[in-house]
């Protein structure tokens, strides 16, 4: 998991939740709004679980919204451990800092958001093409849906 940060068109930031998964490459959530607290990580990870699963492990920096208690009580009573990045190590967590630069080059610095709606509607569109339609070399040239598709159909998930 981690945080970039954007703006509407007008000036007002906005923030981003990104959540990955580091086997498949997939977007699994990206959670926009003006500001998020880490009652609303817990959210988006509750959410996460529900399509998913509860994940063993979840990296982590040691930005301020994984810090506080609801967090790491919600990771305490589902057995999740948190690993958190060496401060100022931000290739400690490769594969989401790999991904935020995608979203960065390929959305958010494609599209004007006139709302915060209009952000969190082309962002989810992007992250789902992201996740169905665009292959990856690190995956075999398979999208990541096909690269976990194929993973659990094996017998390996």
């Not at 979840?58 to 506080?68: A, K, L, T, Y």
Request: proline letters at 4%; glycine letters at 6%; a negative charge.
């Amino acid at each position: 998991m981690d945080f970039v940060a954007d703006q509407l068109f007008n000036g007002q930031k906005i923030r981003a939740l990104t959540v990955v998964d580091n086997f498949s490459r997939e977007s699994l959530a990206i959670t926009v709004d003006f500001a998020l607290k880490a009652a609303d990580v817990v959210a988006t990870m509750q959410h996460v679980q529900a399509l998913r699963g509860t994940p063993q492990r979840i990296q982590v920096d040691n930005g301020s919204e994984f810090i506080p208690v609801a967090l790491d009580q919600w990771a305490h009573e589902q057995g999740v451990t948190l690993d958190f990045s060496r401060p100022g190590t931000p290739m400690d967590n490769a594969f989401i800092e790999s991904f935020n630069g995608s979203l960065r080059d390929e959305c958010r610095n494609v599209h004007w958001f006139l709302s915060l709606d209009d952000a969190r509607e082309k962002i989810e569109r992007w992250r789902q093409d992201y996740n169905e339609f665009r292959p990856h070399s690190s995956l075999g040239d398979q999208t990541p849906s096909e690269f976990r598709l194929a993973h659990l159909e094996a017998g390996n998930l």
